[in-house]
Every structure is written in structure tokens, then in C-alpha cells.
């Protein structure tokens, strides 16, 4: 919904997000034989992630980056505001003018340097913010399974 109607205003619209989408995701539990397999050595294919202490592609930061200078506003919901780089993405959008909203249960190294700011689960305090109710929501996630 929030990207549509910023597509509609002639805004771009960019997530950049760390760590499961959906709070309720489950293991999986895969078998190992089913995950993929390199063909050369057999070995378990690695998932399109970064694990702590590794570095990032040096082309996604960038865009990032560029897509924060721009940013107008940023949501920063239900993270610790600790781990780099994404704890540097709030100073980068203030810096640039923009406006950031924290939505968290508890403060942050940024909350008190963001504009607003949402204590409670972010699965309730962000919908509000946003102005949809419960039921906006639930057609939104029916529309989306579809």
C-alpha cells in the first residue's frame, strides 16, 4: 500500500531490510539432501546472504546509500540500531534532510535523534502510523497471497 501510493505521488520507493521480513517465519527444516548442492564439489550452495563479520558488496551499499541521501523519510522498525551498516542509515537520511521514524519496543542508540518515534511492537504501531486498521491489513495480506 505505502509503495503504491508513492509510485502514484511520482516517488521512488526502496526497502532495505535485514533479517527475516516475516516475525513468524519457522525453521524450515529441510532435509539436507534437498537443499541445493554445488555441482562441481557437492557442496551445500550458500543462500544470498551476509553472515556477521563478512562484507557487503561494495555495489549494493553504494545503491543503498545513494537511495538513503535521497530518502525523505525512513521507517526504522523493531532493529537494535547497533549492527553496521544499517546503524548508520538514520545519520545518512538526517543528513540529507530527511525525516526518521523508529518504531521499536524499546529505545536505541538513534531514538533520540528521530523525529518520531513508535514504542510498542512494530506490528502494531506501524500500522497505525501508517493509518490502515486491522482490516486493511487483513485484505492486504489476502491480496498479497493471492
Not at 505505502?2 to 520507493?13: P, V
Not at 549494493?60 to 523493531?78: F, H, M, P, T, Y
Request: charged share 20%.
Amino acid at each position: 500500500m505505502l509503495q503504491q501510493q508513492c509510485e502514484n505521488e511520482g516517488k521512488h520507493f526502496t526497502i532495505i531490510t535485514q533479517g527475516a521480513p516475516d516475525p513468524h517465519t519457522r525453521d524450515a527444516q529441510i532435509p539436507v539432501a534437498e537443499l541445493p548442492h554445488c555441482q562441481k564439489c557437492n557442496g551445500l550452495l550458500r543462500p544470498h546472504v551476509v553472515w556477521f563479520g563478512e562484507c557487503l558488496d561494495p555495489t549494493v551499499l553504494d545503491q543503498a546509500e545513494n537511495a538513503l541521501i535521497k530518502c525523505d523519510l525512513l521507517l526504522v522498525v523493531g532493529t537494535s540500531a547497533v549492527v553496521q551498516p544499517a546503524a548508520g542509515f538514520a545519520p545518512i537520511v538526517q543528513g540529507g534532510g530527511g525525516v526518521v521514524a523508529e518504531f521499536n519496543i524499546e529505545d536505541t542508540p538513534i531514538s533520540r535523534s528521530c523525529r518520531f518515534k513508535f514504542h510498542g511492537p512494530s506490528a502494531k504501531t506501524l500500522p497505525q502510523a501508517l493509518g490502515m486498521s486491522p482490516e486493511d491489513l487483513a485484505k492486504h495480506k489476502s491480496q498479497e497471497s493471492n
